[in-house]
């Protein structure tokens, strides 16, 4: 009762205070004390918005592990029977925790402009999450079973243990894939048309199957992913990103298409035009589309395991390996080095 009766008094004392007076206490707070500060009162909310500071940002999520010797790290982003998820600041190099249970067994498949994040379940459930906001922090997307590249779900008993199994079509044919897979595999890139999540926002999305493009718009008619009306070779896509008023995609030759037919009211009447060609030289393990400095760049990464074996006469000389390397490709310039000079970057102290 006394604890309540402060905070109520405290929240009195800072809403006479100027708003001046308030952006000079924020301008010492590091990012956790903004959005601590931010809850106290609606007031102090409309100064502080984390989202207000562009310089303490981005964060990047990681597993938070309490034991490094009794837990296992994943690359999937998925958090198994945890609530606990860490938040690396770039800024100050510390790893802050926040107790999230809206991610519990979920995998994070992406984020997006203005702290949302798009989470799968292994029950099916696609959801928007956003940790920063005070209500509305959740919503509901259609679930993997209503991508169209998922076919039938199966449900088995076995030891008086149910466990639910997906029917995937692969290349012409049905596969079989457990709920776990399907959660930490089936979606592989999102993107989203705004950052402000409302009727008539589109989230695009590369699924598992032929590694193709599936589309939901907020607000629409059905609680379907509808699939964008492609030609034979549009398959096999590596990343996705929206720029400009439009979704980009790259192929796994790293020719760029872009998807048409998004403002027509009528969903079936999309479709894929390839805009930039495969470009030639050696082939790249993944390809990624980015924007930076208001232009959207191709990036092609090479870590090519395979030796190049040279010989003559039938003997085989020394093997010669491919040095991983990346390049940033766009219509004026091409950039290339080698991945271990982004290594040596990566261990200095930030």
């Known amino acids: 009762m006394e604890k309540s009766m402060k905070v109520a008094c405290l929240k009195n004392r800072l809403e006479v205070v100027p708003d001046h007076v308030l952006e000079l206490v924020i301008e010492r707070l590091c990012l956790p004390d903004l959005y601590r500060f931010g809850v106290v009162s609606k007031h102090c909310k409309s100064v502080c918005d984390p989202l207000q500071f562009s310089d303490h940002l981005p964060w990047l999520i990681v597993p938070f ?36 249970p809206e991610l519990s067994n979920r995998r994070i498949c992406g984020s997006f402009p203005g702290g949302w994040l798009m989470t799968v379940h292994e029950n099916s459930q696609v959801q928007l999450f956003n940790p920063l906001r005070s209500s509305s922090r959740i919503i509901h997307l259609p679930p993997l079973t209503n991508f169209p590249g998922v076919v039938d779900t199966i449900e ?50 590369i699924q598992a199957t032929n590694q193709t493009l599936a589309f939901y718009r907020i607000g629409g008619d059905q609680r379907v992913w509808t699939p964008i009306a492609r030609a034979v070779g549009h398959g096999m896509l590596h990343d996705l990103t929206y720029y400009n008023g439009k979704f980009y995609a790259v192929h796994n030759g790293g020719c760029v298409f872009i998807v048409n037919g998004l403002e027509e009211t009528r969903d079936t009447s999309t479709s894929l035009e390839k805009i930039i060609h495969c470009p030639p030289g050696d082939i790249a393990t993944q390809h ?39 390049k940033f490709l766009n219509p004026r310039l091409i950039i290339e080095f080698p991945l271990s000079s982004l290594a040596r970057i990566r261990e200095e102290p930030l």
């Open 65 to 100: 592990i309490n034991n490094i010797n009794n837990s296992t790290p994943t690359s999937s982003m998925a958090f198994d029977d945890t609530k606990d998820v860490g938040f690396f600041s770039l800024r100050d190099g510390k790893v802050y925790k926040a107790e999230l």
């Open 288 to 326: 990624y589309v980015v924007e930076s400095s208001d232009d959207l760049l191709v990036v092609r990464r090479n870590v090519s395991p395979f030796p190049l074996i040279m010989g003559h006469g039938g003997i085989s000389l020394e093997p010669t390996f491919i040095p991983p390397t990346t």
């Open 156 to 205: 088995r008993n076995e030891d008086g243990v149910s466990s639910r199994f997906y029917m995937v079509s692969v290349c012409s044919r049905d596969v079989l894939r457990s709920s776990k897979f399907m959660r930490d595999t089936y979606i592989i890139k999102v993107a989203m048309s705004s950052s402000l999540v409302s009727e008539g926002t589109i989230i695009m999305a």
